[in-house]
Each structure stands twice: as C-alpha cells, then as structure tokens.
C-alpha cells in the first residue's frame, strides 16, 4: 500500500520542478502557432506571415465546392500560401467587381468572349514563360485549339480550362429515331456522330405533335444561336478572323447556309411561336416534354437530369456542308503583380491543372475540362447517367470555330439580335439578301464606327444611309415562327 509518510524531502523537490517545467511548457506552446485551428470556413488557419492568394470563380454551389475542395486540399500541403476562394453567381457580376477594385483577385476565371477587354486592361501576366518553366505539356495534355482560343500577342495569356461544343438536347420520347427509321425517314447513322440538316428536320417534324401540343425545335434567333450553322454551311460569321469590320451574313455561302437554315426555323409547324414564347421559356418548354430539341452546353445537362421524368440526349449540331459548331471557352487569368506573387499564383495554377483537380470539377457534371485525358474518363463521360451519348462533347471540339476577339459583344448583339429575330418570325420574307446587307451595316457601325471629325458627316437624320423602311417590329409579328 502506497504511503505518504515514505516520501522524504527529495521527493517533494522533484515533484515541484516537474510541475514547474510543465507550467512553462504549456504557457510557451500557447504563445507559439500550436495546432492548426480552423477558421470560419472549415479550413486550417495558416501561420503568420504566409502569403494568401484569392482566386476568384463564378458557379452554382456544386462548382464552387468543386473548387473549395480543390483548394482546401492545396492550403493543407502549402507552406508557402493560403488560396483563399472569392465567388460570384455568374461571370458578369465578378467581372464587374473586378473592374471597380472591389476585389483584386490573383487568379481569376475569364469567359474568352472578354480576352480583348482583359488584355486592353492590362489586368492579366501572361503565362507561356510561367508554365512552361513548370513543365506543363501543352501540345500533349490540353488541344491546341483551346491554347489558341487563350492566345494572342504571341503568348498565352490564360489558360483554357473548360470549354464546352455546342450540340443538340433532344427528348428521347418525342424523337425515337428507330421508330422513324421503321417509317422510313431520314435518321442519323446508328452510332449517333452526326446528322444532317434534311434528318434534323425530320425530327423536329416527328417530335411535333398537335394532339400533344409539342412542337419540334427551338433555336434562338442570336448571333450564338445561328452562327453554327452558318459555319456548317461553309460561311463566315465576320468578314475578317483576326480584326472584323462587319458581319459577313450577306456573303454568298453565308446567305445560302442561312437561307437553309431559317426553311427549318421558320416553320411555323415545327418551332415554337410568338405567343407561346410569350408564356413560357423554350428551356421549359423541354423540361415539360412539350418541346423536342434545344441547343445548350454541357452545364445543361445536370439541370434536365434534375427533371423528373425527363428523358433526354444529345446529338452535335447538324451539318450542312460540313460539321461546325461555337464553344463556351472558359479560362484562368493569373493577375498582373508583384513577381513573388504571380509566381505563387502560377504554382497554384498547376495545381489547378492537375488530373485529380479537373476530375473534381468533371464530377460535377456542369463542367467540361479541356484537358483531354479527363474528357474521356468516366469522371466526365459519366456512362451510367443521361446523356447517353455524351462522347458527343467529347468528338465535337475538334468542330469548334472560335470568333474573332471583340471588346464589344455586347454592343454587337444588342446592334443586331433584333434584326435576326425578325428575320425567324416575320410572317414573310421578302428580300433576305436585303435584310443580311443591313445587319451587316448595322454591325459596321459598332465594329468599325467611323470617326465623326472626319469629312462628310452630317447630323442631318435624313441623310445618306437612312433606308426610311419600316421597321418590321412595329407590327405583331406572325405566331407561326
């Protein structure tokens, strides 16, 4: 048995320097940075003195924790830098953030539609140089058309990171193409790879059914929406692919691809009207099974998975002379700034470029990377869910044709969309080589405005170039188209 009376004084010494040493112990590791402890947002706080970058991204809540988890497994490795995720609904408000100083992020997600401004701004370093000096295979790993799309001044001023072909989602209860092939109609081949114009047009013509009030196809009347058939019927959307002045639409095989086109999008029996557009969007229209074809990018394809009951897949865009479609190009902008900073960003952008972050981001099911490997993974392919034919994503981006760098998009569209809308529900078409010259005029004047100190302007509006025509939109236009 254990007793106090056997302890002496040199006992009683021990115990008081061992009490006193852990005493000092524990005060000197509360003053020093301990264990990690986690912040506000679940992560590790970081030691003093490391630098924090901020990557600004726009997404849904499953992309921006794709992102989050990408960085939170980078911040747990790092001794260098805490990467800390700034995020925005969509592209234009963070773009508009960004352009007030109201963050200044160091990496940042960019739509390739606003390159020009970028670069005009000086707001990015470009990244040939950086990423080549950290070994990342462009020609082998990421397509040499989405480097280009990110390129210009002889460098690569971001890197393309997803970038999604336009193609067609079809409702696969509307269309079934063996029913249509047992009535003898026109159907793509059995692989489902490609279809012309003439078997797209059978589709819409089956999916239209009176008694279930459904209509075939719905293609928006934009520059975006039309342009890949123009591209398919050999045409050209601008009269020049590095600095446009115009719009090309009047030009012989452009008019003629367009002219085809709008035989099929005019038809008052296969598209949707006025008046139903009216009620509701073309997109639900599909949702509700009332609509057979749509064209979208691969971020649709979790929003119909979500439809209940919706059954759904996709095939590319028809071709006329040829295959041709648009991309929606997303990039990573590494900030201008100071060197240890821009290097720190790059570090972290490699990352970014790793396989096991891009599959993060593919198992989202929104996102289509453009490193090639991971498209044709499972991660991204996703076999056991709709679409089933997704390879279509994956064979379409060798058929992207990417658009001159514009600053002024918006402008561009807001010039010329009404017009293109008319020309796909007017009740008649008159004159469309008319009506395309003056879409095309009317793009001159954003793309290549003419300088008023030059001679012969006058402020007199009935002067040379007013038509006085009437503008068609002044009236209802026809419900049929």
Same mark, same amino acid.
């Given at each position: 048995?254990? +007793? !106090?009376?056997?302890?002496?004084?040199?006992?009683?010494?021990?115990?008081? @320097?061992?009490?006193?040493?852990?005493?000092?112990?524990?005060?000197? /590791?509360?003053?020093?940075?301990?264990?990690?402890?986690?912040?506000?947002? %679940?992560?590790?706080?970081?030691?003093?003195?490391?630098?924090?970058?901020?990557?600004?991204?726009?997404?849904?809540?499953?992309?921006?924790?794709?992102?989050?988890?990408?960085?939170?497994?980078?911040?747990?490795?790092?001794?260098?830098?805490?990467?800390?995720?700034?995020?925005?609904?969509?592209?234009?408000?963070?773009?508009?953030?960004?352009?007030?100083? &109201?963050?200044?992020?160091?990496?940042?997600?960019?739509?390739?539609?606003? !390159?020009?401004?970028?670069?005009?701004?000086?707001?990015?370093?470009?990244?040939?140089?950086?990423?080549?000096?950290?070994?990342?295979?462009?020609?082998? *790993?990421?397509?040499?058309?989405?480097?280009?799309?990110?390129?210009?001044?002889?460098?690569?001023?971001?890197?393309? /990171?997803?970038? +999604?072909?336009?193609?067609?989602?079809?409702?696969?209860?509307?269309?079934?193409?063996?029913?249509?092939?047992?009535?003898?109609?026109? @159907?793509?081949?059995?692989?489902?790879? /490609?279809?012309?114009?003439?078997? =797209?047009?059978?589709?819409?013509?089956?999916?239209?059914?009176?008694?279930? *009030?459904?209509?075939? @196809?719905?293609?928006?009347?934009?520059? $975006?929406?039309?342009?890949?058939?123009?591209?398919?019927?050999?045409?050209?959307?601008?009269?020049?692919?590095?600095?446009?002045?115009?719009?090309?639409?009047?030009? %012989? &095989?452009?008019?003629?691809?367009?002219?085809?086109?709008?035989?099929?999008?005019?038809?008052?029996?296969?598209?949707?009207?006025?008046? $139903?557009?009216?009620? $509701?969007?073309?997109?639900?229209?599909?949702?509700?099974?009332?609509? %057979?074809?749509?064209? %979208?990018?691969?971020?649709?394809?979790?929003?119909?998975?979500?439809?209940?009951?919706?059954?759904?897949?996709?095939?590319?865009?028809? *071709?006329?002379?040829?295959?041709?479609?648009?991309?929606?190009?997303?990039? @990573?902008?590494?900030?201008?700034?100071?060197?240890?900073?821009?290097?720190? +960003?790059?570090?972290?952008?490699?990352?970014?470029?790793?396989?096991?972050?891009?599959?993060?981001?593919?198992?989202?099911?929104?996102?289509?990377?453009?490193?090639?490997?991971?498209?044709? +993974?499972?991660? =991204?392919?996703?076999?056991?869910?709709?679409?089933?034919?997704?390879?279509?994503?994956?064979?379409?981006?060798?058929?992207?044709?990417?658009?001159?760098?514009?600053?002024?998009?918006?402008?561009?569209?807001?010039?010329?969309?009404?017009?293109?809308?008319?020309?796909?529900?007017?009740?008649?078409?008159?004159?469309?080589?008319?009506?395309?010259?003056?879409?095309?005029?009317?793009?001159?004047?954003?793309?290549?405005?003419?300088?008023?100190?030059?001679?012969? &302007?006058?402020?007199?509006?009935?002067?040379?170039?007013?038509?006085?025509?009437?503008?068609?939109?002044?009236?209802?236009?026809?419900?049929?188209?």
């Amino acid at each position: 048995m254990f +007793s !106090l009376a056997r302890l002496d004084w040199r006992t009683y010494a021990a115990v008081v @320097v061992v009490a006193i040493s852990v005493v000092v112990a524990m005060v000197l /590791y509360a003053d020093s940075e301990g264990p990690p402890q986690k912040g506000g947002n %679940g992560s590790p706080t970081k030691a003093p003195g490391m630098a924090r970058l901020v990557f600004a991204v726009w997404g849904n809540e499953a992309e921006v924790d794709a992102f989050e988890e990408i960085v939170a497994a980078y911040n747990r490795e790092s001794e260098v830098v805490d990467v800390h995720v700034e995020a925005w609904p969509d592209p234009n408000a963070m773009l508009a953030d960004i352009r007030s100083g &109201e963050v200044t992020p160091d990496l940042y997600l960019l739509p390739r539609d606003e !390159l020009a401004e970028t670069l005009e701004a000086d707001r990015n370093r470009p990244l040939l140089d950086l990423l080549d000096a950290r070994g990342v295979a462009f020609g082998d *790993e990421f397509p040499r058309d989405a480097i280009s799309a990110f390129s210009a001044e002889d460098d690569l001023q971001c890197m393309p /990171y997803a970038g +999604s072909p336009m193609v067609i989602y079809y409702n696969t209860d509307l269309i079934d193409f063996e029913r249509m092939a047992a009535r003898e109609l026109p @159907v793509p081949p059995e692989d489902r790879e /490609y279809w012309t114009l003439e078997m =797209f047009r059978a589709a819409a013509e089956f999916a239209s059914r009176p008694r279930k *009030e459904s209509k075939g @196809v719905y293609i928006e009347p934009t520059l $975006q929406g039309l342009a890949p058939f123009v591209y398919a019927g050999g045409g050209e959307m601008f009269d020049d692919d590095d600095d446009p002045t115009s719009l090309a639409l009047a030009d %012989g &095989e452009s008019a003629d691809a367009l002219r085809q086109t709008l035989e099929v999008l005019r038809d008052p029996t296969i598209t949707l009207s006025n008046r $139903q557009l009216r009620s $509701q969007t073309a997109l639900d229209y599909f949702k509700d099974g009332k609509l %057979g074809m749509v064209a %979208g990018f691969r971020d649709l394809t979790p929003t119909l998975r979500n439809v209940p009951g919706l059954a759904f897949d996709v095939m590319p865009m028809p *071709e006329l002379d040829d295959d041709a479609t648009i991309g929606d190009l997303t990039g @990573v902008c590494v900030a201008e700034g100071p060197q240890d900073r821009v290097e720190q +960003s790059a570090d972290f952008l490699v990352n970014l470029l790793s396989d096991e972050a891009v599959t993060t981001m593919a198992e989202t099911g929104y996102v289509m990377p453009t490193k090639v490997d991971v498209n044709f +993974s499972d991660a =991204f392919l996703q076999p056991h869910l709709q679409p089933a034919n997704a390879r279509v994503f994956v064979n379409a981006i060798r058929s992207i044709v990417l658009p001159p760098l514009l600053e002024g998009w918006p402008e561009l569209e807001a010039a010329v969309d009404p017009d293109l809308e008319r020309l796909l529900t007017q009740p008649l078409l008159e004159d469309l080589e008319a009506d395309l010259e003056l879409i095309d005029e009317k793009s001159r004047a954003v793309l290549d405005p003419e300088d008023p100190d030059e001679p012969g &302007e006058t402020d007199d509006p009935g002067g040379p170039g007013e038509t006085g025509s009437p503008d068609p939109s002044d009236g209802e236009t026809g419900d049929g188209g």
